[in-house]
Every structure is written in C-alpha cells, then in structure tokens.
C-alpha cells in the first residue's frame, strides 16, 4: 500500500486514542474536583492534567485562571489546543477522509457521523453541557469506531497499520495518566494511603473504565503498587504498557509476515517488550515511578518513530 | 485545476429572432410541452402526484443526510465558509427517451472521436492546417498549446480519455454542446451517487421505469486506462489516480473513483522518476506505475518541464512520459482543444477528419478577432453572449441581457482594446425541467454533462450530470449560485 495511506490509517487511529484519552482525563479531573477542597484542592489536580498534556502553559496563555469550565472547553472543544477532543476528532476525521479508499464504509460511517455529532455539540449553549454527557459520548464514539474497525476491516496490512496507531498511542497515554498521580502526590508523599488519595486512585481507575476489573484482579483494597502494576505489568488488563507493547510487536510481526521481510521496527518493538516482560514493580519504584514513566513514554516514541521510518516515508528500500 | 466549478453562466434563453416560439413560454419544457404531457414522464406525474407533502420532505432529508453520510461535499474555490458544504440534490428526475440518447450518444461520440484526431494531427503533421480548415496561429500561438509534446505520439495516438461535453437543450431535437471539456472533466461521481441515493430512496421508481444502469461507468473508466499503458509495460498495468491532495474541492471524486476502481490515489509527493520509470512509494518500497489518471492541470505536472514551483507534480516526470515509460491521461498537450477559439471549428474537425456531417451543433458563435464577427458584437453586444478565449468557471464574461449599462460599456472597452480574446453567443432558450420547490414543482433551467471514454474502444454510460439552476427564472446552475443536480435517466431499449 502507499507509504502515505499507511501513514494516514496509522494516524487516524493515534488521533482516535489520544482523543479517547482527553476525555478520560476530562472525566478524571471532574471526578476529583467533586471532592473538598483541601490540601492544595482541586486546583492542583487541573494543572496536574494540563502538566500531563503539556499543555499548562498553552492554558494559561489562552484563559489565565485555572477555572473549571475554561479547562472543559480547553480539554473538549478548543481547536488551538492540538489534543483537545475536538482537534484530535477533527484530524483523525481529516485523515480518514484522505484514505476513505482504504476504510469500508461501516468505518468512515461511524468516523465521519461522530464527527458531525460533535459539530452538532459544538453549537449547543455551553452550560447545558455536563462533563459526564461529554465524556461518555467521547467513550461511546470511540468504542463505536473501534468496533466498525474489529468487525470489518480486510485483515490486511492497512488493518496493521491501525492497530499499530491504537497501541503506539495507548501506551502513550497510559504512562501519561499514570503519571499525573505522580504529580498529584509529588508535594506531599503522606498522602499515599489515605482516603483522600484514594479516592484519587479511584478516579483514575475509573476514568480508565478499570474501576471494577481491578477489584476482581486485586481483591478491592487499593495500593498504589499494585495499581502500578496494574496499570504497567498486567498483561490482562488492555491497557497497561505491558499489553500495548504485546500488540504492537503483534501487529509487526504480521506486517513482517505479509511483505515477507523484517525491519529494524520488528527489533525495537522485541526489545521494548522484553524489558516489560521481565520488569518488577520494586524495579520500578527503585528507578522512580515518573523517572520510569518518562523513559517508557520516550521509548514508546523511539518506537512509533521507528514505524514511521520503516514503512511510512516510503523511503527504506 | 480539473475541478468541478459549474462551468459558465448559462446563455440566457431568450427566442432568437426568426425562431417561432410563443412569447408565453419561450423555454422548451422537458415535462410538459406544448402539446401536454410528454409521455415519457407519465409514470413520474403519477410518483409525483401521489406523494404526500410531509413524505416529500421526509425524502428530502433522507436525502441529506446520505449525501453527508457518504461524505459527498464541495468547496468552492476561493469562497470560504462551510468546508463540508452539500451540493443541493433535487429528487425529480431529468429523462431521456431512448431515441433522443441515441442520437446524443451518436453525436458525443463523433465529437470525441474528432477532438482526439485534431489532437493527434496538431501534434504531428497539422494536416488541418495545411488544409486551410483552421488558422495555423489559433493552434501554434495559442497559449494551451505543449511545444513539449510536439511530435510525441501517446499509446494508440488518444490524447483526450475522458471528454466531457457540456449540453444544453431548446427545443425537442434541438441541442447544441456549449463546451467541450477536454482537460480533467468533474462531476461524474454525482452521477454515480445521485443515481445510488435515488435507488435507494424510491426502489419502486426503478422497477415501473426501465432506466438504463450507469453504475458500470468505474470498469469502463479503468478498462479505458488500461487500454493506453505504455508498449514498455509488460504485465497488467498498474494505473493510479494523481490528486493535488485533500485540500482540493473535488477530492472526494478522486477518492470515489479510485475506490471504485480499486486504485491507488496518490498525491506528486508519493511519486518519484527514477531510470526511465515512475515509481510510486508504498510499504513494501518502490512499485512501478505505468497509467496516471492525472487530475491536475498540465501547468503543475512536472516542475522541471512546466511551472518550476508546482509542489503538485512529480519531477522529470515529462521525461518519461515522453520515452514511453508512463502513460498520463488525460495526455499533456490535450488542453489545446478545450479552448473557446478551438470550439468554434469542432464542426469543421468532424467533417475534415471523419468525412461525416457533424451530428451536435454548436452554440453559433462570433469570433472576435474577425473584422465583421466583431462588428456584429460590438452592435449587439446587449442581446449577445460574450466569453473570453481561455476563461473558464464563467469568469471574464459579459451576459449582454442580465447587465446594466455601465457594466456593457466597461466590458466594450475592454473587448475593443483586444478583440481576438473574446468571442460571443446568442442567449439560448434553454430548456426547463420540473424541479421541487416550496409548494410543488416547478420548471427549472438545465444543462447536461455526459462524460465520454476514449481508449481502445469509446464508451458512452447511459447517463450524465444534469446541473438545474433551482432559483426562479436564473441560468445560472454554478453551484456556487444556487445550482443543484439531478439524477439524469436514460429509458432502456424495449
């Protein structure tokens, strides 16, 4: 297939995932906000997304004041903020249209009528928007496409290409989510532990729609370990780093196999999932969480830079 | 650019001196003509008639959300506002009878048949010329004309594959072509879809009427493309589309068209000249390509032949096309017989070149740059018509009847300071077919753009666009203005 198409297919589905994302952490930072305002309060939460996204200082810029509805509008429907919901709908949209040739109809469908669902909303009067409507509709289209995809794409190599997109960017966006808790609980480790943080836990395993599975996976009490590990090692759980990287070096590994012929990509993606495959929790909270964190998040784009490389200029012979 | 602008303010209809039409209605009515209804639309009457109001509306919106489902939308150059804006689709069909297509079909692919002949002669020996049928300097000195392709001959000497020959009608056997459009002519994909939308919205109307299917247009496209692949080219051709990319208003009909040819679409950047080869960049590396279906003007192909800043093309292309190693349709060069000067000798090429009479008429036509054309212009430039040589898109013309008179005197000026780049038409009495409006139909001014395919063999789909000007009275169906489209039927063969 054309470098380029590959290229299209495999950002339409990194927009999809990051957008999904956004509204997760939307959803995230509306739940914490409903908690007291004590020990630095919701503010400190916010700015943790913002901080997440690298988008803090874009924020400030546009709307000063880190005032709740400005970070709503910011995080769903501002079109300057590159990974806001909207903008991510609105690029994966626009690439999608570019390879409509190589999407059957169910997909570009599904793609193109929440596209049009989301220009409806943006015409509504903003105050009759509630967070959650926003956010469930965000989940609901994601699912909708994802599902239009799985059901029926052609198993060839654009279907790889897509999936390379979902998991490269999932795995992405995990470390970052798992990551604002570190800058949550960065000014005061005491609060590991407490119900306060728990309750913080609780909102990002729910905004990961993890809520329940890791009560069955872990009994119900929360440790910050074992979400950890939850999160990064758990192969059962779809979007731990574990499992994104499983999926990516399967989605390789098929590539490898329809055009018969091995890349440096292969290689990355072999060596990445080997250090998670033997990693331990102690490991990780030895070498820091964030420091961790920030490592993966870096080699996960070494990765995805790496598919681009590969298969996506048209340039490796 | 190859897009789709609704080409040129229709000439008004207005009866031409001598020709006997009652001042009541001096437009051709397609449904109901003089003598009632004509029976080719009864059925449709019956279908229109006992159609309740609200189930109307209720189609009518069904309509609209297919259309913008299916992601059928048009920019319109230069104009701003909605990106993803419809082109207003009206329901009621526009029909054919099986005798008047086959006339059409005869009389289109005449003059497909001659514009590739001109074509092939100005390339090479120019025997037209030599004839004295055609001024040497309208050909040789025009600006369309591709020194770079002089005495190049392209596979099976076809320089234009796709024409698209824009008609009007005025009376029941009278139709004249308004333009021929040779370059990269757009539009087909409402074809396709308009004909989609309505099988899928009134299945019954298709199985009371017997209309011709247009739906095998795509396979002829791609037969046709691969019929011209180069000598060089030993295996089955691999034939791509070339678009100046998703920003272009007419994309989605690139994108259409290659899906439903199952070929690539691909953009200047993801071809490249390499050997005597074009190649085209995939995942697996380097594919050769041997047709492009190009739909960029020839101006932006290859940035070392023609304009040097052109980021839409592919560098040394010409090169290869011109050793044989790819075949570009439509051929470089062929945009010499799109020129309004070239028309007017369209009859004149079907007699040199096919010893036939011509079958279509053309819009009778003063050229300007003659002595006694331009004194009959200047005379009645208020009643006439008048179109610059090269303008398309109806840009740089003066519509004499719809304009007041400092605007006539401007215009004058300009065509008395450089005669030779203007020519001038009669306003037509352009025929109307019934269109919904408010409170039910109503007649509506219309033109048709069947699209012809030049290969191996000429194709001619039983179909074509018809654009409808939806405003009361206005001949004006740029979409751009208010125009819409409709589903165009051919009645089988009994």
Redesign the interface.
């Known amino acids: 297939m054309l470098s380029r198409t590959a290229a299209n297919l495999f950002w339409m589905t990194r927009y999809l995932e990051r957008s999904e994302t956004t509204a997760r952490l939307l959803d995230m930072g509306f739940r914490n906000a409903l908690l007291p305002n004590t020990g630095g309060g919701f503010r400190n939460e916010w700015s943790a997304i913002l901080q997440s996204k690298g988008a803090l200082q874009e924020f400030t810029e546009k709307y000063g004041e880190l005032k709740q509805r400005n970070i709503e509008t910011f995080l769903f429907f501002d079109l300057d903020n590159p990974s806001s919901v909207a903008a991510c709908l609105r690029a994966a949209r626009e690439n999608a249209r570019i390879v409509r040739t190589a999407l059957t109809s169910q997909v570009w469908d599904a793609i193109n009528v929440s596209y049009q669902e989301l220009k409806a909303l943006q015409r509504r009067e903003r105050s009759s928007l509630e967070v959650p409507e926003l956010t469930d509709w965000s989940l609901r289209t994601a699912a909708l496409i994802r599902g239009a995809i799985e059901t029926t794409q052609l198993r060839n190599d654009g279907y790889q290409f897509m999936n390379l997109g979902y998991a490269v960017e999932r795995a992405d966006n995990t470390a970052r989510l798992l990551d604002v808790k570190y800058y949550v609980l960065l000014p005061s480790v005491a609060y590991i532990g407490s119900g306060l943080d728990n309750y913080q836990w609780t909102a990002l395993l729910r905004a990961l729609s993890a809520h329940r599975a890791y009560s069955w996976a872990y009994g119900g009490e929360l440790s910050a370990a074992q979400i950890a590990h939850f999160l990064i090692l758990n192969p059962k759980f779809p979007r731990s780093l574990l499992s994104c990287c499983l999926e990516v070096n399967a989605h390789l590994d098929q590539l490898a196999r329809i055009y018969d012929r091995s890349t440096p990509a292969q290689e990355a993606a072999r060596k990445l999932l080997g250090e998670l495959a033997e990693a331990r929790m102690d490991d990780i909270f030895d070498e820091g969480l964030h420091e961790f964190l920030s490592r993966m998040i870096s080699e996960n784009a070494g990765l995805g830079q790496c598919i681009q490389d590969q298969y996506l200029t048209g340039d490796a012979r | 650019m190859g897009i789709f602008t609704f080409q040129s303010l229709l000439p008004l209809m207005r009866a031409r001196q001598g020709e006997a039409q009652t001042m009541a209605d001096p437009f051709f009515n397609e449904m109901y003509a003089q003598d009632g209804l004509r029976p080719l639309y009864q059925r449709l009457e019956n279908w229109y008639q006992n159609m309740p109001s609200e189930f109307r509306a209720l189609k009518q919106a069904e309509a609209e959300d297919l259309f913008?489902?299916y992601?059928i939308t048009f920019a319109v150059y230069g104009e701003g506002g909605d990106p993803d804006r419809l082109i207003p689709f009206d329901m009621f069909p526009r029909v054919f009878a099986a005798d008047e297509w086959r006339r059409l079909e005869r009389g289109i692919k005449q003059r497909a048949r001659a514009l590739n002949a001109f074509l092939s002669d100005v390339y090479d020996r120019g025997e037209i010329i030599r004839a004295g049928r055609i001024p040497a300097d309208l050909v040789y000195r025009n600006e369309a004309y591709e020194v770079a392709v002089a005495g190049f001959r392209p596979p099976l000497g076809v320089f234009n594959h796709i024409v698209g020959i824009d008609l009007v009608r005025t009376g029941p056997d009278q139709f004249y072509v308004l333009e021929d459009n040779c370059r990269t002519p757009s539009g087909v994909s409402y074809m396709l879809e308009n004909r989609e939308v309505m099988m899928r919205m009134f299945p019954h109307l298709f199985q009371e009427n017997r209309v011709a299917p247009v739906d095998n247009y795509a396979r002829l496209l791609k037969r046709t493309l691969a019929s011209v692949a180069p000598q060089k080219c030993e295996r089955d051709p691999n034939v791509v589309l070339l678009t100046p990319g998703?920003f272009n208003s007419a994309?989605y009909e690139h994108?259409?068209l290659?899906?439903l040819m199952g070929i690539?679409?691909?953009?200047g950047?993801?071809l490249f000249v390499e050997g005597d080869f074009c190649w085209?960049?995939?995942?697996?590396?380097?594919k050769k390509v041997d047709v492009i279906y190009r739909r960029i003007d020839d101006a932006f192909l290859d940035p070392l032949c023609f304009r040097p800043d052109s980021t839409l093309g592919v560098p040394g292309l010409m090169n290869v096309y011109r050793s044989g190693g790819v075949t570009i349709c439509s051929a470089p060069g062929a945009e010499v017989a799109d020129d309004k000067a070239i028309y007017t000798y369209v009859p004149e090429m079907v007699r040199f070149y096919l010893g036939e009479a011509p079958i279509l008429e053309n819009v009778p036509t003063w050229q300007c740059a003659k002595p006694d054309d331009l004194k009959y212009v200047q005379e009645n430039i208020a009643e006439l018509v008048v179109k610059e040589v090269h303008g398309s898109g109806g840009y740089g013309m003066l519509v004499g009847p719809k304009s007041d008179k400092a605007t006539i005197e401007t215009f004058a000026a300009k065509l008395a300071e450089n005669p030779s780049n203007y020519i001038a038409q009669p306003t037509l009495a352009l025929s109307t077919c019934p269109t919904f409006v408010e409170d039910g139909i109503a007649p509506r001014h219309v033109d048709l753009r069947p699209y012809c395919l030049v290969g191996r063999d000429i194709e001619l789909v039983p179909g074509g666009l018809t654009r409808v000007a939806l405003t009361e009275g206005s001949l004006v169906v740029n979409s751009s203005q208010g125009g819409g489209v409709k589903d165009t039927w051919v009645i089988a063969e009994e």
Do not use: I
């Open positions: 913008r489902r992601g998703h994309y994108s259409f290659a899906d690539e679409l691909v953009e950047q993801d085209m960049r995939t995942t697996e590396g380097p």
